[in-house]
């Protein structure tokens, strides 16, 4: 049933929640901030659920931009 979704907002849009596992801190803003990224596509009431290799301040820093929009975060 998976379909390809022309962004990351695109997906979260679809999905109400969101799970990353990325490779950089550099990726995961790209992915979660960028232009058309998660955090456009998650509704307030949506989770971020965090399983990249980021250090913890970054996690910290991208929790509060998707806290702003009412967006839960999960760290793993």
């Known amino acids: 049933g ?5 962004s990351p907002a695109d997906a979260a849009t679809r999905a109400g929640n969101a ?5 950089s801190p550099k990726v995961s803003e790209a992915v979660l901030a960028g232009s ?7 509704a307030a009431g949506g989770t971020w659920i965090e399983m990249s290799t980021n250090g913890r301040d970054e996690i910290l820093r991208l929790a509060a931009l998707a806290s702003a929009k ?3 975060t ?3």
């Open 2 to 6: 998976a379909t390809a979704a022309a």
């Open 19 to 23: 799970i990353t596992c990325l490779p």
């Open 36 to 42: 058309d990224g998660l955090l456009d596509g998650l």
């Open 70 to 72: 009412g967006i839960e």
């Open 74 to 76: 999960l760290e793993c």
